[in-house]
Antibody
């Protein structure tokens, strides 16, 4: 069954970092790119970046370029997103997906609270 | 970064209506555009990719058109299950989403 499975919910303190994983059936990622997006409650989707799985090339929006890092582990077909210097504005559901989004992860809630 | 502008933000319609949602890109993106449907508490669901290709399993009442900077999503005859939020996404340089269109029952 083709699917993307994300890691569980996270609660973080302001100023810290969070790393969320996304594991896919191997053939989903082969030769393709994987994106990350997030959605705060009641807000639209926000694109966070992508990684080309085979090459490791990445691209991020200018607004987050200093704080976001996307990596991958080819041996486990897993993609990661790490976001640093967290604030309450980073509280959201984080999604991974293929490009375009034929397949999406189930979402991971990241809550930032003191 | 390319900006995507959707209109309208909110659309009120009735069962059986034909509706159109528009998405405009700040620069040409050729046909690198996808449309998604999202319901509360769920991940987005792909409806259309490459501007006009219907995703497998999506009802044929959904259609997409356009190229360059202007794109449309049309639902031919609204069904109860279609009331949701719709997003466009360009995946040309590199990616960005529109702000969404809420389709509500009139």
């Amino acid at each position: 069954q083709r699917q993307l499975v994300q890691s569980g919910p996270e609660v973080k303190r302001p100023g810290t970092s969070v790393k969320v994983s996304c594991r896919g059936s191997g053939f989903i990622f082969k030769g393709s790119a994987v994106q990350w997006a997030r959605q705060a409650r009641g807000q639209p989707l926000e694109w966070l970046g992508w990684i080309v799985f085979n090459t490791g090339d990445t691209n991020y929006p200018q607004s987050l370029q200093q704080r976001v890092t996307i990596t991958r582990d080819m041996s486990t077909s897993t993609v990661y997103i790490e976001l640093s210097s967290l604030t309450s504005d980073d509280t959201a559901i984080y999604y991974c997906a293929t490009i375009p989004g034929h397949y999406w992860g189930q979402g991971t809630l990241v809550a930032v609270s003191s | 970064d390319i900006q995507m502008t959707q209109s309208p933000s909110i659309l009120s319609a009735s069962i059986g209506d034909r509706i159109t949602i528009t998405c405009r890109a700040s620069q040409s993106i050729d046909r690198s555009l996808a449309w998604y449907q999202q319901k509360p508490g769920m991940a987005p669901k792909l409806l259309i990719f490459k501007a006009s290709i219907l995703e497998t399993g999506v009802p044929s009442r959904f259609s997409g058109s356009g190229s360059g900077t202007e794109f449309t999503l049309t639902i031919g005859s609204l069904q109860p299950d279609d009331f949701a939020i719709y997003y466009c996404q360009q995946y040309d340089r590199p990616c960005s989403f529109g702000q969404g269109t809420t389709l509500e029952i009139k």
